[in-house]
């Protein structure tokens, strides 16, 4: 008789998590476990390594990458299921758990990732050559990301970097903040019908509950609601955005977007300090590191080479997209003249959301939540299933009950080669929104990445795929909206990408080791079935009657696509190249301030010319409080590619069928298999034959010349 000791869930490491098993407790006492073991275990590699190093003998990929691998992949493992449970059954008590081990997570990140013997062992490693391509590239991304953490610094230099690592981050904390604050502070009460006149029900619900919140009460000490107020409005997304597209008032509608465009500039609590500090701080930080500006710091690990090329993109969108803009807005404004509004003379950006809203609903009538009908969850998947058997060749069947889940509502699928059956993935799918309990959204997460296990045997890929559309009542099952369905087809797009890669190296696996600019690739490219008329109309039954879409609503859903097109994709532009230039022409020095650069950039990329006191730098939190700083341009770089890789299929025909699959199949056997053992400009010529080119991408958002 054998006595097998129970591993706690947190700590298995491997294999499907059993999620119910797995509790707050557990986490504040199984992380700094794990923790102190994965600690214990990094300095006796240390310590091989630097023997090794001071021995001078050759190193083994299997001593050095192989244990490295292991030990990140026992904290992802756990980590991860930490972050996912955090995400999608979410307590006070799992929050506080995840909260109280994040600090130490994060530290054990740095130390590993700045260790300076690790470096010296993966440097070595890399000099001695003989390595395969996928081999190549995880080193040089490992030397890579260890480098642009100052691990290659010494002295005086590194203390000086960390210092303005850490400046830099209270920087972007407090950008974020303020902005935050800026935002929340201002607010407007509304008190008569005829301020609230054109909003719609569910605007109007949203006010009456920031005014119940806020205790706003009425004259007579009532308590706020939609019909009779009083209403509060803010600069929040959700209340700026339909406020702007539906409010009659136009001088509530000018008073609102004046407020929104220059939050966080004034004297006191403004970014704008915090812009030229970070600006500076990051140029530095670069110049430390060896390179020019901090536009190719970010650039070092994208797939764009340069920043010419980067902006050569921009240029040729910013051509295509300016006189289509300049179209549009004359459109909206001999819209207004036609309804004899006074702005037709005096058009002003405070108008173009209100009259964009005019013009869609004149030219498609759509709405969105009357095509619900036709979008039931079973028949989404039924077709976005059969879509992917046609194209990819792989069956994919329900297993329900073969996996532990953490919800009854989660699904469990798997995943087959249709031509071998041999199984190939699985992923869960949790589709339905629980807005006590899940974050918002909708994302991909990998469960468990390919790779072959020290023993040899193979463990295959799981997905977690996550969406926050309607619940089924009662016997209707969940229908979706139109932007729903594109969501899922998003996501599962990401999961294809992590399901269907062939690379054993789990380093370069699925979207592991893929350049950032080039990782929405598979997801965007799966939204462009939606919009594949055979795709649609096959699969959009209504779920009493099982009558097909009416032709007409697909024509609009098609129509609506393009519409403001040019006005949108101007917008990128504008955002993406003041990103740009601030981060690789802009110094104390250059007889500009940040703010002067934006104002040349949008006498090209703006047809109504930013007003005085727009300071969108001050409320520019993706570049100064996120992640996006001279990578901005990545949303547009990756539409190129899914665009691009799209028209593969259309210019063999969307209804060659043989074709179809031909093509389908090498997008899998090259996009959706190689992962990050390749450069991805290297994956895409695989598959498309030449460099990408944005002319699918300008063609599809309605911008191309029309002969
Ligand atoms: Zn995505």
Known sequence: ?????????????????????????????????????????LSGLESRFEAALAEGRPLGWHEVMDPLHR??????????????????????????????????????????????????????????????????????????????????????????????????????TRF????????????LTLTTADEVEGLPRSLLEQLAQAARQADARRADGGEATAEEGPWLMGLDMPRFGPFLRFSRRRELREKVYRAHVSRASGEEGGNGPLIQRILELRREQARRLGYGNWAEVSLASKMAGSEAEVE?????????????????????????????????ADFQPWDVSFWAEARRR??????????????????????????????????????????????????????????TGLPLAAFFLDPYSRPESKRGGAWMDECLVRQVKADGT???PVAYLVCNQSPPVGETPSLMTFQEVETLFHEFGHGLHHM???????????????EWDAVELPSQFMENWCYDRAT?????????????????????????????????????????LTDLRLHSQWHPESGQTPEDLRREVARTTTVLPPIEEDALLCGFGHIFAGGYSAGYYSYKWAEVLSADAFSAFEEVGLDNEELIRATGRKFRDTVLSLGGSRHPAEVFEAFRGRPPSAEALIRHTGLAVKE
């Not at 691990?151 to 830099?168: I, M, P, T, Y």
């Not at 974020?176 to 929340?184: E, R, V």
């Not at 709405?367 to 976005?384: H, I, M, N, Q």
């Not at 096959?538 to 006005?567: D, I, N, V």
């Open 536 to 576: 649609l109309m096959g699969m959009a039954r209504h779920w009493q009657t099982g009558e097909p879409l009416p032709e007409e609503e697909f024509a609009k859903l098609a129509a609506a696509r393009t519409f403001m097109g040019g006005s949108a994709t101007l917008r990128q532009v504008h955002f993406a």
């Open 362 to 419: 004149e030219l498609f009538a759509l709405d969105s939540e009357a095509l619900r009908p036709w979008f039931p969850l079973p028949r989404v998947l039924e077709g976005l299933f059969g879509l992917c058997d046609r194209l990819f060749a792989i069956q994919i069947e329900a297993a329900d009950g073969q996996a532990p889940v953490w919800h009854p509502d989660v699904r469990f699928f798997r995943v087959n080669d249709r031509d």
């Open 312 to 344: 050569r993109l921009l240029e040729d969108l910013r051509v295509a997209a300016y006189p289509a803009a300049k179209r549009e807005l004359e459109e909206l404004r001999l819209c207004a003249e036609q309804a004899g509004a006074p702005e037709a």
């Open 1 to 41: 008789m054998t006595v097998t000791l129970e591993h706690p869930a947190l700590l298995a490491g491997e294999g499907l998590p059993r999620f119910e098993a797995i509790t707050p407790d557990q986490i504040q006492e199984h992380i700094p476990e794990l923790l102190s073991q994965l600690e214990t275990e």
């Open 176 to 187: 974020g903040n303020q902005l935050l604050d800026a935002t929340s502070a201002w607010t």
């Open 71 to 172: 030990l990140g992949e026992r904290l992802r493992w756990s980590w991860g299921v930490v972050g996912h449970l955090n995400g999608v059954c979410n307590s006070p008590e799992l929050r506080e758990a995840h909260a109280s081990q994040q600090a130490a997570v994060v530290a054990f990140g740095q130390r590993r990732g700045q260790s300076q013997v690790i470096y010296k062992a993966v440097r070595t490693l890399r000099e001695q050559g003989g390595w395969d391509g996928a081999q190549e590239r995880i080193l040089a991304a490992e030397v890579r990301d260890m480098e642009l953490r100052g691990v290659g610094l010494e002295g005086e230099a590194q203390a000086a970097f960390n210092a303005a690592s850490q400046e830099l981050a209270e920087l972007s």
């Open 458 to 460: 193979p463990v295959l």
């Open 500 to 514: 269907l890669t062939t690379v054993e190296r789990p380093q370069a696996a699925g979207i592991n080791n893929v």
